[in-house]
């Protein structure tokens, strides 16, 4: 299981690759020992299904109010990151989109109208959240977005020491978000 539970999905309803991702992410979530959010639907998290997960990316949590201010993109492990920045900036009136992209090469195969309706146009502000390079978030981010990432390799500790040790936190990315929103409001 991921940290957004994607591991949860209805199996009868998935094809060969979904089910080859799933085994992935499962395996990831082990070895990390990252946390799974309940994803039913008597949930009081407010979390999507796991069901978009065949479609790359979707819309794990929705801004309050509906219309996002900001949209914070994360994948695997580094939803939790995203959803706990989410929590910072709303506690701070800022409406912020949570999108779990665990494909991006899935995401991009959907129609325009998927896409844009996950990752709207309107909203320049956007953050990635990865514990890898940024290196291909720019398309997803936007020249007004930023990227939490890793840009080097060889660290081995616990996920959660080398986060805090490289910065991948929610308070960077809250950071990265209200900056990112300052430049789309120029």
């Known amino acids: ?3 957004d539970g994607r591991a949860a999905l209805d199996w009868t309803q998935t094809d060969a690759r979904t089910v080859d991702l799933i085994r992935v992410l499962a395996m990831d979530a082990v070895q990390q020992n990252v946390p799974v959010f309940d994803r039913s639907g ?29 949209i914070v ?28 992209m665990p494909c ?4 991009s ?10 990752l709207p146009p309107a909203v320049r502000a956007r953050v990635s959240v990865e514990a890898g390079i940024a290196l291909g978030w720019r398309q997803f981010v936007g020249d007004l977005g930023e990227s939490v990432s890793l ?28 900056a990112s929103l300052a430049r789309s409001q120029e």
């Open 104 to 107: 991006v090469e899935w995401f």
């Open 73 to 100: 993109i994360g994948t695997g492990s580094e939803v939790q990151i995203a959803l706990a920045a989410r929590d910072q900036l709303q506690a701070g009136g800022v409406a912020t989109r949570v999108v779990s």
């Open 151 to 178: 840009e080097h390799f060889g660290a081995s500790a616990d996920y959660r020491k080398l986060y805090e040790e490289f910065g991948i936190t929610a308070e960077a990315v809250a950071q990265a978000a209200r």
């Open 42 to 70: 008597a949930s009081p998290t407010g979390l999507a299904s796991a069901e978009g997960t065949a479609r790359g990316g979707y819309v794990l949590a929705e801004a309050a109010g509906g219309e996002p201010d900001v």
């Open 109 to 118: 195969e959907q129609d325009a109208a998927y896409r844009d309706e996950v």
């Open 1 to 3: 299981m991921s940290s």
